[in-house]
């Protein structure tokens, strides 16, 4: 098991991709995906890095902003996401600040997906994503 790694600036390229398969081949329009945010400010890069793709699987993605990752997991909805926290939590030992949002529930396209992660993350963590911004308009 390993999760793809992508720039963070194609960011919402890869939402508009997980968008695009998910309205292909879910024609129920359940939560076809979910994008978890973590927070591993305090955490070793290394320790990070040495872990993180073994909790994911081939079809995920992985997006980093400094210390924020951000997982792409598509055919997962929120319960299934639930998994992957406690996942992240016990490998690490620690809390990690997490939150999720799901498409098409949480926005019907990458900017509006963007904005609830923005908003989920503010709300619960009061961590502002500004950076999310840059990614919803593409500027590298």
């Known amino acids: 098991m390993a999760g793809v790694i992508f720039s963070f600036y194609d960011f919402a390229s890869l939402i508009d991709l997980n ?14 995906f979910t994008i978890l945010f973590c927070d591993f400010s305090n955490i070793s890069h290394a320790l990070v890095e040495s872990n993180i793709q073994t909790l994911l ?3 995920d993605s992985i ?13 997962t909805d929120r319960y ?17 600040q997490t939150a999720a949002i799901c498409y098409p529930s949480d ?8 904005e609830s992660l923005h908003a989920e993350v503010k709300k619960i ?10 990614a919803a308009n593409r500027e590298p």
């Open 19 to 32: 968008i695009g398969i998910s309205d292909r081949l879910d024609e129920n329009r359940s939560e076809s």
């Open 125 to 134: 963590h009061k961590i502002d994503l500004d950076c999310l911004y840059s």
């Open 80 to 96: 299934g996401c639930g998994f992957v926290k406690k996942m992240v939590q016990d490998i690490f030992g620690k809390p990690i």
């Open 63 to 75: 997006v980093h902003y400094e210390d924020y990752y951000f997982f792409v997991m598509p055919y």
């Open 107 to 114: 926005g019907e396209n990458s900017a509006e997906l963007l």
């Open 57 to 59: 699987r081939t079809s």
